[in-house]
């Protein structure tokens, strides 16, 4: 089932209006692009070939899209929980349910299984992916009764091979790759951990060590991009913001985001200059919360003329 609504009709019907921030000053709060509601919104995918940025409701069992062109909202129902998508080389996608890799095309609608990960463990899911520039992607599991350290780190080559290539998690977070991505960020969030490896040509990681760990009172490390910049880019669960980091490790600035559980975010457009966070409205929401959920834009002026990298593809 696909549902779509554009911005505007959204707006004139008053399904969005509460989703607006009270701006202090132009151009300084972020924008809801959607109205709230998403359970678990994660995953924003930039996809230039469409023109169109993607992301997904991972508890809501939902595929959404926003025409950067037309402002139109999409969604599409999905069976399980939807942990992520990324764009294949070749047309079409492949997203993650519950534990199963598919692949995916919309127009017309078609979803056909290719092979799981982890079978025998129930109570994982895979969760967050990235492809690297050698069009591999990287995805990680975690437990959801978020309690014990059964999750792992894996490899998907072109050739649909699975690789594990790092554990114990509870909750794989990230991944986020430099430009020639001989450098990979990723997080243990159950610890408030983010960790930098060194990626071979072959894929092998070395060198694992901890980047940065969060303080109590910030949230936990979730989704993960980098600039263009070599900046790191990390949000915050339970902390309502995204930070960028150095390379170092040392923060840059912060941007604050007025729905606390942020999720992930993503560089968009046509020249990568638009940033888009996602959020989620998991029990409970706070009162003082009425936009978790909500599908963000950042205002240009608060990057600093940060601008992205492209969206890679995967080579299977």
Request: hydrophobic share 35%; with cysteine.
């Amino acid at each position: 089932m696909t549902g779509i609504i554009s911005r505007r009709t959204a707006l004139a019907s008053g399904l969005a209006l509460a989703t607006l921030p009270s701006l202090a000053a132009a151009g300084e709060t972020p924008t809801a692009i959607s109205p709230p509601g998403s359970i678990l919104g994660e995953g924003p995918l930039w996809s230039e070939r469409d023109n169109t940025l993607y992301w997904v409701d991972i508890r809501g069992k939902k595929l959404h899209a926003y025409g950067l062109g037309d402002g139109a909202l999409k969604h599409w129902d999905m069976p399980d929980l939807i942990d992520w998508v990324v764009l294949r080389k070749s047309g079409g996608f492949l997203v993650a349910i519950l534990r199963t890799v598919h692949t995916l095309t919309l127009e017309p609608f078609s979803l056909t299984p290719l092979f799981e990960i982890e079978p025998e463990n129930k109570d994982n899911r895979l969760n967050d992916a990235k492809v690297d520039p050698h069009g591999r992607i990287w995805t990680g599991t975690m437990h959801m009764p978020f309690n014990q350290k059964t999750a792992a780190l894996y490899r998907i080559d072109a050739d649909l091979s699975v690789h594990k290539v790092d554990s114990p998690y509870l909750c794989t977070n990230g991944p986020g790759f430099n430009r020639d991505g001989t450098r990979m960020y990723h997080n243990e969030t159950s610890e408030g951990i983010v960790y930098a490896f060194d990626v071979a040509a072959d894929g092998s990681l070395s060198n694992k060590r901890v980047f940065y760990t969060f303080p109590k009172g910030v949230g936990l490390p979730d989704g993960v991009t980098v600039d263009a910049q070599d900046g790191i880019w990390v949000s915050h669960y339970n902390g309502g913001r995204v930070t960028r980091f150095k390379t170092d490790g040392t923060i840059d600035f912060e941007i604050k985001v007025p729905a606390k559980q942020s999720t992930s975010m993503t560089f968009a457009g046509p020249n990568l200059d638009r940033m888009f966070v996602t959020t989620a409205a998991q029990p409970p929401v706070d009162a003082d919360d009425p936009q978790a959920g909500t599908l963000f834009e950042i205002p240009k002026a608060s990057l600093r003329g940060h601008t992205g990298l492209p969206t890679e593809l995967f080579a299977g």
